[in-house]
């Protein structure tokens, strides 16, 4: 097996190459020529200085995830590090891509780091329930400061070539040939001595003011909320400013082995591979091209329509947006560009940038100009008869091959491709709320879509960075069918005798954003509601016909201050008691585990019911669908992973438990029963 690191002589330096694809990643045989690769160098009387180079996509990307709960391979990545820093000839970092995690641990180990300006450098050891653990929380607070450090170890977001270059985490900026230039770097700094350590350079540790971490920690209450590594990878930080070196580091591993042993790590760390996995479709061969897709059409400029146009927009894909009225379109496009200006205060665009994205766009009340798009989108009323009608049209204007899309949250697929000539081009592309906002793409495959056309959403999910699920044509899906029966148990638990915040705060609690009653105020309850006031069935209804559609009316199953903060609501309370009265029901006392029973444990039944039905292509699909659709939280790596984590059978007890109370509502998943029964998990870890 030959290494996948190489040496190279190039005059007095010593050239050690990785090619290890796809990214680079520091597994047994990297590690093991990397430090082969240092004792060539110090061996060799002819060598002076030596540079460390990757081929492929990216400089090292980090340690190889891969290996996680394996036994361990000699050398550890730390003495990796350490050895390079030892080198008694300096060792030059040359970086492209993604210096990641032990990547750019590699880096803080060489002497000099050089990159081209594209490369961005980061340690998201911390989105895995990790920390930098190769010396980095030691070695990062001394070159680039604590400050900087904190921020880049607990969110785990890199920063660009140049933004390290300012912050001298990198001490030359490449531009043309990057090993040229690095050989030449080399070159320059091979008499220079002594060599800079990181692991000794205090600079800027000192300047760290004694109340930085505890300021740090109050100005950022969402990166530490229910997250157990960023605290760690703050104590990490915290260490290297109290401690010599050789001590912090002792407190970097005993942290770093507290969090590789917890259940948030295994959980964030499926949840790398789920994300990843959700990418690939089943059964379709990989030689299937994607379709072209030049420009698209966007049907409706309302919320859905402004928002999901924004991301083609943002790719630099032009889009036509219809709409039956200018002031509708003007209305819509004008949201688009507030839109676009408030991410430009935020310094994600330049002003320049937001007027060439806004220059894409072609508002127009001509339908028949949809003609020359390759994809169209359909974001208008949540009607099926609306819907087959606008597919109807579109069959008979679209050009042949051009893709037919429905952004609908629940309808049936199958129908609407149904309303065409060419159902094969008809697919279901439901966006989440708001649309320029959230990662989540349902990718909806019809009975007849063709694979190509699959294949064409999945390319564009990722071109438009959205995390695309393929998910079956049954009501509501992958996501929104899990939330029926948490909202139908909701509601029952509310006439039963919990309240909205009892049942909300169990949820927040468990660590989602927010309960099924703030998100419906949020959403708005007067979605999918008959519209008929005088129609009042359930409790819904009932806030429906008094105006009480949620936070956009300022009322809802809460009550809203001017500020949107919500507080219980005795209006709300009157209304559930009248219908505790009418059904007859003596309100009593709930637990808090029995509406997680109802809520939580019932969502896991559904989306076991998903897998059986063949409406979602694997169980870790449901889980990329909730945590980036719903938020729930990643620590617990998704609905699936955490009914294996919770234990399929203490799943099943707890609903037979619960039972009496869901009634006709529920019915078991028989593959939950069978799991649970052959002591069998979803998703496998
Ligand atoms: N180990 C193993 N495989 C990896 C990997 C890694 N670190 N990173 C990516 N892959 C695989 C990935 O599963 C996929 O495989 C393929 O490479 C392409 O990835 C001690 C403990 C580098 C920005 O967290 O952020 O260092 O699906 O689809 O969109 O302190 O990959 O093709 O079979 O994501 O171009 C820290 C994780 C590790 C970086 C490239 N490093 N990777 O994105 O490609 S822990 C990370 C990424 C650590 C030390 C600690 C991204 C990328 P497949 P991709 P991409």
Redesign the pocket.
């Known amino acids: 097996m030959t290494s996948p690191i190489s040496t190279e002589k190039h005059g007095h330096v010593l050239i050690i190459r990785s090619n290890n694809p796809?990214?680079n990643?520091?597994g047994a045989a990297v590690r093991q020529g990397l430090v082969a690769g240092i004792e060539e160098a110090e061996a060799a009387e002819d060598i002076k200085a030596a540079v460390i180079i990757c081929e492929g996509?990216?400089f090292f990307?980090?340690?190889?995830?891969?290996e996680f709960g394996k036994p361990p391979v000699m050398p550890w990545?730390p003495e990796v590090v350490d050895r390079i820093e030892a080198c008694s000839k300096p060792v030059v970092a040359a970086i492209h891509?993604?210096a990641?995690?032990?990547?750019l641990?590699v880096a803080l180990g060489c002497h000099y780091r050089c990159a081209v300006a594209s490369a961005k450098l980061g340690?998201?050891?911390v989105?895995?329930g990790?920390?930098?653990?190769?010396g980095?929380t030691q070695r990062l607070p001394r070159v680039a400061g604590v400050e900087k450090a904190l921020q880049m170890v607990t969110t785990g977001t890199p920063i660009s070539a140049q933004e390290a270059f300012e912050i001298g985490l990198v001490d030359r900026m490449i531009e043309g040939d990057l090993l040229q230039h690095a050989v030449a770097y080399a070159t320059e700094v091979a008499d220079v001595r002594p060599l800079p350590r990181s692991s000794e350079r205090q600079g800027k540790i000192e300047e760290a003011s004694p109340t930085a971490f505890d300021d740090f920690i109050a100005a950022n209450p969402r990166t530490f909320k229910g997250f157990e590594a960023p605290m760690k990878n703050l104590e990490a930080v915290r260490a290297a400013t109290l401690k010599p070196y050789a001590e912090g580091v002792m407190d970097e591993r005993k942290l770093?082995m507290e969090l590789m042993s917890g259940t948030q790590a295994k959980a964030q760390q499926y949840f790398?591979?789920a994300e990843?996995?959700a990418?690939?479709i089943e059964g379709v061969d990989e030689t299937v091209k994607p379709r072209e897709i030049k420009r698209v059409g966007v049907i409706g400029a309302g919320t859905m329509g402004g928002g999901i146009s924004m991301n083609f927009l943002s790719a630099g894909i032009p889009v036509t947006i219809v709409e039956m009225s200018q002031e509708a379109l003007d209305r819509g496009a004008g949201v688009m560009l507030r839109n676009y200006e408030a991410s430009a205060k935020k310094g994600r665009f330049t002003a320049e940038q937001v007027g060439q994205m806004m220059g894409l766009l072609n508002p127009t009340l001509d339908f028949d100009s949809l003609a020359d798009c390759d994809l169209i989108i359909e974001a208008v009323f949540e009607q099926m008869e609306i819907k087959k009608d606008i597919f109807g049209r579109l069959d008979k204007i679209a050009k042949p091959d051009a893709i037919l899309a429905s952004n609908t949250s629940y309808l049936n697929v199958d129908e609407i491709a149904a309303a065409t000539s060419r159902p094969q081009d008809v697919v279901g592309l439901h966006f989440f709320s708001p649309a320029n906002v959230m990662k989540l793409l349902e990718v909806v495959r019809g009975a007849k879509t063709a694979d190509d056309v699959l294949v064409t959403a999945m390319a564009l999910a990722k071109k438009i960075k959205k995390v695309a699920v393929v998910a079956g044509v049954c009501y509501g899906f992958i996501g929104n069918r899990m939330l029926i029966p948490r909202q139908t148990e909701a509601t029952k638990l509310l006439l039963e005798g919990a309240t909205p915040a009892q049942i909300d705060k169990v949820h927040t609690d468990f660590g989602m954003p927010m309960g099924p009653f703030q998100m419906a105020d949020l959403a708005g309850v007067d979605i999918g509601w008959h519209r008929d006031v005088n129609r009042i069935e359930n409790i819904r209804d009932a806030l429906c016909s008094a105006d009480r559609w949620g936070q956009k009316k300022g009322a809802g199953f809460y009550d809203y201050d001017d500020k949107r903060r919500p507080s219980p609501s005795p209006t709300v309370q009157g209304i559930i008691e009248e219908f505790r009265t009418k059904a007859g029901v003596t309100p009593r006392e709930i637990s808090d585990e029995e509406i997680a029973q109802r809520t939580l444990y019932t969502m896991v039944n559904e989306g076991a019911k998903i897998l059986e039905e063949g409406m979602a292509q694997r169980a870790s699909d449901i889980d990329v669908v909730w945590v980036y659709g719903y938020g729930w939280p990643v620590y617990r790596g998704g609905p699936m992973h955490w009914a294996d984590a919770e234990g399929l059978q203490k799943i099943v007890d707890g609903l037979k438990a619960a039972a009496p109370h869901m009634g006709d509502d529920f019915s078991f998943s028989q593959l939950l029963l069978d799991k649970a029964a052959k002591g069998e998990k979803f998703t496998g870890r």
Do not use: S, W, Y
């Not at 990307?61 to 891969?66: K, L, R």
């Not at 990641?100 to 990547?103: A, F, I, K, P, Q």
């Open positions: 796809p990214v990643a520091l996509q990216t990307a980090g340690a190889d995830i891969t990545l891509g993604t990641l995690g032990g990547g641990e340690v998201p050891e989105k895995l990790l920390l930098p653990g190769a980095g770093f790398f591979f990843r996995k990418a690939k």
